[in-house]
Every structure is written in C-alpha cells, then in structure tokens.
C-alpha cells in the first residue's frame, strides 16, 4: 500500500541546536500531519497542513516549532531551539482528504534524542 | 476533552487463543465520533487496521473485528484466533469535531503472540 517514508529514523542532537525532521508523505496526499509520542504515553497532534499553510495545531507546537512543504518536496518539522522535552519520537502522517473518516497514512517515526 | 482508554501495557496470548483488547473512549464535543485501530508492526508506520464511523455497526479486517457500542462507549478489538504474525502494537483511536480532522490515539497495547 501507499507508503509515509521519514528520514532520518533517529537523530541525536544538543540542546539548543537546530533540527528538521524530514517526511516524504503519500505523493498524491493534500493534507500532512505531525504527531509526538514521548515514551510510554499517548501519540499527541502536532500540527496539520494544507496548501501551504497550518490548519490547526496543538498546545504541543510551541513557538520553536515550524511546518512546511516547498515546492511539494518533503515535509517538514524544524525545531529551533530544541529543548530536552522536545525527545520523543515524531510521527509524520498524509491523507487524501481532511474530513473526519479518511484513513490518515503513516511513516515509522524519527526518533529524536536531545541531550 | 475527547480521549481514548486502552488495554495498557503488553498482552500475551498462546497461538490459536482468542485476542480481546478493549477500548473505550470518550468524545464530549460530539455524540458519534469516528472510530479506528490501527496497527505498528515492528519498524514501520502505524496501519489502519479498521474503521467504523456509524454507532452500531461493525468493523473487519484480517479476522479482527470491533463493534461500535455507544451504550456502553466502547470499542473492543477481538480476533477469535490469533497468530504469531499479529504480533504487534495496536492502537484505539477516534476522530471528532472537537480534534479537527486530526485523530486522538489511546496509549497502544502489545500484543505478543507465542507458540
């Protein structure tokens, strides 16, 4: 079936430093999706995406955090500065459609570890 | 909020034994939200496993099964005979006005399945 790949499956990064996260979605997919799971809790939304621009996003995405997809390349999740909270694994998703019942599509994570 | 109870932690089941992992959820910004497991298995992306989006009726795939009870607010997987290949992490989840077309997702539950 369709496949969410994102690179890189793990990254380690210090404190304060930059990091994007890259995700290559579904290629005919209109809406993206940016989930974190910190271990042993729940996945929690991030953020969501269309046609350029942030639909809705969660307590979760603070001000260090920035979505995009230039030119319908990868997309993307930059942190700027990370903090220690920001380790956690973060999962990237595509769909078709936005409505409530459309199967939102997967990749397998990147695990970030900020020291 | 909208949230999502699972079966915690990690379930074992002897090959053959019949699989339960329950779920209920909680959905105050709407009456019916929609309903989902999904399934990780080891180093890939979460799977849509099934769906049901109407209260009362039921879902199917690969001989799971969960049936939408919105008396009881629940929507428990069962699979009457389980294998070795459905090892994995599986996860409730539900989609409502109240999270936008993003998914709120219980906290997963791994199965491991022995011989």
């Known amino acids: 079936g369709p496949k969410v790949l994102q690179i890189p499956s793990h990254q380690i990064i210090d404190m304060g430093q930059m990091v994007t996260l890259n995700c290559d979605p579904v290629?005919?997919?209109?809406?993206f999706y940016w989930y974190k799971q910190i271990l042993g809790q729940q996945m929690e939304f991030l953020v969501n995406?269309?046609?350029?621009?942030?639909?809705?996003k969660s307590k979760l995405f603070k001000d260090q955090f920035s979505v995009e997809r230039p030119d319908g390349s990868y997309f993307t999740l930059k942190i700027q500065p990370t903090a220690l909270e920001d380790s956690a694994v973060y999962f990237c998703?595509?769909?078709?459609?936005?409505?409530?019942?459309?199967?939102?599509?997967f990749g397998p994570g990147t695990r970030l570890t900020v020291l | 909020g909208d949230s999502v109870t699972q079966t915690e932690g990690q379930v074992t089941v002897s090959e053959s034994k019949s699989l339960i992992i329950n779920c209920t959820y909680s959905a105050t910004s709407i009456a019916y939200p929609n309903l989902f497991w999904y399934v990780r298995y080891p180093g890939e992306g979460l799977q849509l496993l099934l769906k049901v989006i109407t209260a009362g009726q039921k879902g199917s795939s690969r001989g799971f099964e969960a049936t939408y009870n919105k008396e009881t607010t629940s929507f428990h997987l069962q699979k009457a005979s389980v294998q070795e290949s459905d090892s994995a992490v599986y996860y409730c989840?539900?989609?409502?006005?109240?999270?936008?077309?993003?998914?709120?997702f219980g906290t997963g539950t791994k199965l491991q399945v022995v011989p």
């Open positions: 290629s005919n997919h209109l809406y």
């Open positions: 989840a539900l989609s409502s006005t109240n999270s936008g077309t993003y998914q709120r």
């Open positions: 998703a595509s769909s078709l459609y936005g409505g409530l019942s459309y199967e939102q599509y």
């Open positions: 995406f269309y046609n350029g621009k942030v639909m809705e």
